[in-house]
């Protein structure tokens, strides 16, 4: 079902860099979350399994590195000699299913562990519907479906990304998707979070990094200094490219709290994950200007669960107040008549250098979305003052 090491998103390529560069020897272990309670038909677990011994023998062409090393000059040459190199370890993955109920964990060095993520759920999702025999809406009204939203979007002027890998519901649809938005979006379509699809369809990768960046800063230095040092290292490799820092991983009012002028002058804005996006842009606004810094030479990319609809009430109150662009997965990928997964895999556990295994948490804007060990978590909200009103 895979058949490239680039069908998965660009951030975990930039992430993966990232961690080669500062933490080597970090080791990380991640889980399945069934966030639907979705029961697993039988066999599931084996087939899954299947599939992810079958990724050892993904490698990286000498095509893909040569458009990896023409679109993204920030890859370093070691770097992308080191991704040539490198093979997924299926031993890496855990997979257990007991009747209807599927556990998924990775445990290994975080640099290899990193690029798991995107890759299995894809193919979570992808069997989820293969194995129980699901019919899709046909090929000519996924392209219509798509033809109509992007041509809205650029009616209304506005930038659109695709970032559906995770919870697609086919390899063949995301593929047709991405076509489709490239052939009807015209400037509107900016890219693709898919580094295969993106090269296949001649379009820019979309993305810089995920929440587990900073879910590891914060079992590494401390919940305090987690996203001061998390944004520092990130320009320490990156030195001013993928300039769109993710906000909510302690909840953005914590992120503002480190989002100093330096910071917010560094990046080229923020990316919003959770909660009324709304409220978060009169916030980001807000600081802005308490910063002495015009809202309009920046950007926030949204990125929550987004339909035309959200898009459209989020276009009449950002307009000429600050700079957006959309983020849109699952309306996207996933949009063919069915009831798309609500599943996550998230990193649970870090070992730094040095150091013991320890939970990592991450605190969303929406706390039915806050995911790790409950000790920790109320301990983060502690450290970060998040039970109290800010003077």
């Known amino acids: 079902m895979l058949t490239s090491l680039l069908d998965n998103d660009f951030y975990k390529i930039t992430m993966q860099n990232a961690v080669i560069k500062r933490f080597p020897y970090a080791q990380a272990r991640y889980a399945f979350i069934n966030r639907g309670d979705h029961a697993f038909p039988a066999g599931f677990g084996e087939a899954l399994r299947h599939e992810v011994d079958a990724m050892v023998d993904l490698v990286l062409t000498e095509a893909e590195k040569q458009y990896l090393e023409v679109t993204c000059p920030y890859l370093d040459p ?19 299913q007991t009747g209807s109920e599927l ?32 019919e899709r809406d046909d090929d000519a009204t996924v392209e219509a479906r798509t033809r109509d939203k992007i041509e809205q979007y650029q009616r209304m002027g506005l930038k659109i990304a695709e970032f559906g890998t995770r919870r697609r519901f086919s390899f063949e649809v995301h593929d047709r998707v991405v076509g489709a938005l490239r052939r009807h ?18 379009v820019k990768p979309i993305g810089t990094h995920a929440h587990e960046w900073f879910m590891f800063h914060g079992a590494r230095f401390g919940f305090k200094m987690a996203n001061s040092l998390a944004l520092e290292h990130w320009v320490d490799v990156y030195r001013g490219d993928l300039g769109i820092a993710l906000t909510d991983t302690f909840t953005t009012q914590a992120f503002f709290e480190s989002f100093d002028k330096k910071f917010a002058k560094l990046f080229d804005g923020v990316r919003h994950d959770s909660a009324d996006p709304i409220d978060f842009a009169a916030s980001t606004i807000a ?20 339909t035309p609809e959200k898009v459209e009430r989020i276009q009449a109150f950002c307009h000429d107040r600050i700079g957006m662009a959309f983020g849109i997965g699952t309306n996207f990928t996933n949009d063919v008549g069915v009831e798309p997964m609500n599943m996550v895999v998230k990193m649970v556990e870090a070992r730094p250098e040095g150091q013991h295994w320890l ?33």
Do not use: C, Q
């Open 287 to 306: 600081h802005y200007e308490k910063l002495g810094i015009d809202p309009r030479s920046k950007t926030i990319i949204f990125s929550d669960a987004l």
């Open 103 to 134: 556990s998924v964990t990775i445990d290994g060095l975080w640099y290899r562990t990193i690029l798991w993520e995107v890759p299995l759920m894809a193919l979570i999702s992808e069997l989820w519907y293969r194995l129980r025999g699901v």
């Open 185 to 202: 979006g015209s400037e509107a379509f900016s890219g693709s979070s898919n580094m295969l699809l993106a090269m296949r369809h001649g």
């Open 78 to 96: 070691t770097y992308l000699d080191f991704l040539a190199g490198f093979r997924y370890n299926p031993a890496e993955v855990i997979i257990e």
């Open 359 to 391: 939970p990592v948490i991450k605190l969303s804007d929406v706390p039915d979305k806050h995911t790790g060990d409950p000790e920790m978590i109320a301990l983060a909200k502690r450290v970060l003052a998040l039970s109290r009103p800010h003077d």
